[in-house]
Nanobody, 126 residues
Framework: QVQLVESGGGLVQAGGSLSLSCAAS????????MGWFRQAPGKEREFVAA????????DYADSVTGRFTVSRDNAKNTVYLQMTSLKPEDTAVYYC???????????????????WGQGTQVTVSS
């Protein structure tokens, strides 16, 4: 069993930055790919970024490439999402997710993730 708790969301002006954290618990965290997804009102959940279990591989949605950075600290069981140059269209609830022992090819597929956090709201004002 894996439990995930996101933090760091809030209100920021366009062009600003926010850093999200995802604290994970459970003995399989270190062998899990970790992903960030988001869902805006009236829209489907979408992939944002992900990092492999060993931190060696990352993947980003085209819309955030160059602006967001995903990282992890396995010693602290924590995954981070550093967001810069935020835009109003980045406004959404951001979710952290864990995919236990899944192939690297599935890192951007939400259906591959077994555990999800409760989400944290990010609001970017124009």
């Amino acid at each position: 069993q894996v439990q995930l708790v996101e933090s760091g969301g809030g209100l920021v002006q366009a062009g600003g930055s926010l850093s999200l954290s995802c604290a994970a618990s459970g003995r399989t965290v270190s062998s899990s790919n970790m992903g960030w997804f988001r869902q805006a009102p009236g829209k489907e959940r979408e992939f944002v970024a992900a990092i492999s279990w060993d931190g060696g591989t990352t993947d980003y949605a085209d819309s955030v490439t160059g602006r967001f950075t995903v990282s992890r600290d396995n010693a602290k069981n924590t995954v981070y999402l550093q967001m810069t140059s935020l835009k109003p269209e980045d406004t959404a609830v951001y979710y952290c997710a864990a995919a236990v022992r899944m192939p690297l090819a599935t890192i951007a597929i939400s259906e591959a993730y077994h555990y999800w956090g409760q989400g944290t709201q990010v609001t970017v004002s124009s």
